[in-house]
């Protein structure tokens, strides 16, 4: 398709980074064995896992443990260690927020381990079967038994564990069709998930039947319930405040705007990047990740789908 001409311009070194920052990746690609986890304290009772690919929440107490995603199967030595640095317990559940393989890549392995795998029906029906990624050039093969989720539910479900409340909420056609996000209600603390990359332009995959109207609408309903003292695990990127959200937000709204209207003017996504309208979006928003080309490649073509 179209697209691919913009990803053949990009570097094998870019190419290999954007697979591994935040798309779905196959593990072989990549070497691991240099990737540290690195763990954040959130509160007393929840931290964040910094790895390759999306962030891991981490809920300990006297209940056991509940973690948010476990990024990639070569990662789930180093993961499992870093828990144990934080609780002796076992790990009872695994959240996914989605079906992306820097997500749900552990999976089997942490399953082994003893812990119920939870989530949308859609993350378990896209991971029975391959899936292809064309804006990547990208087809992952169906994920084993031991990997899929045994619980899930289709608006959302309550872990009460560890002395909170953590709620998780299904918001439809946004990064994917299978996101969830995770409020623990007592602690004021989100798991996004990858309806939130901070600080960089984030991977939308309308071949997975998401969109960036739903991305901005999933963002207002978490900014419904956030608020200035609200400390946010985003799917990418560093810890986060509201404040970063409503940038973001702002970022995805003025994208969409700009895009929607190159569309009704007929014009390409290559014209709507070199007239220069996002050149001052770049300069915070293309650090890292996706370039503006690719981006807005993407969004075009996920609104055009
Ligand atoms: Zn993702």
Redesign the pocket.
């Known amino acids: 398709m179209a697209r691919l001409t913009t990803a053949g311009r990009l570097t094998t070194l870019t190419a290999v980074a954007i697979l591994t920052a ?3 990746s196959l593990a072989q690609d990549r070497d691991f064995s240099k990737v540290e986890i690195k763990t954040e304290k959130v509160t007393d009772s929840i931290y964040a896992l910094f790895g390759a690919g ?1 962030n891991i929440g981490v809920s300990v107490g006297s209940d056991g443990v509940f973690i948010i995603d476990d990024q990639y199967a070569p990662l789930s030595d180093k993961i499992l260690a870093a828990v144990r640095e934080l609780s002796d317990k076992p790990i009872r559940f695994v959240i996914n927020t ?1 079906w ?1 393989g ?2 749900t890549g552990g999976n089997e392995n942490i399953g082994r381990e003893g812990a119920a795998i939870v989530a949308h029906e859609n993350v378990r029906k896209r991971l029975l079967s391959p899936q292809t990624i064309p804006a990547f050039n990208r087809t992952f093969e169906a994920a084993p038994a031991g990997a899929l989720p045994q619980v899930t539910y289709v608006d959302g479900v309550t872990l009460h564990l560890n002395g909170e409340h953590a709620r998780i909420a299904h918001l439809p056609n946004a ?2 069709d299978g996101d969830s996000f995770i409020h623990f209600t007592e602690a004021n603390v989100v798991h996004t998930g ?1 309806l939130f990359f901070n600080g960089f332009y984030p ?1 939308i ?1 309308a071949w997975s039947g998401g969109s960036i109207d739903g991305v901005i609408a999933a963002v207002d309903v978490i900014l419904g319930i956030a608020n200035d003292k609200t400390k946010i695990i985003p ?1 990418h990127g560093p810890l986060a405040t509201r404040t970063d959200l409503v940038a973001y937000r702002d970022m995805l709204q003025r994208v969409n705007d700009l895009v929607t209207q190159g569309i009704a003017d007929g014009k390409s996504a290559e014209e709507l990047v070199k007239s220069g309208a996002f050149t001052d979006i770049e300069t915070t928003w293309a650090d890292g990740f996706l370039n503006t080309e690719k981006f807005i490649s993407i969004v075009y073509e996920g609104k055009r789908s």
């Open positions: 935040a798309a779905p999306g989605h992306h820097d997500h990064h994917t990858d991977f995959d799917g």
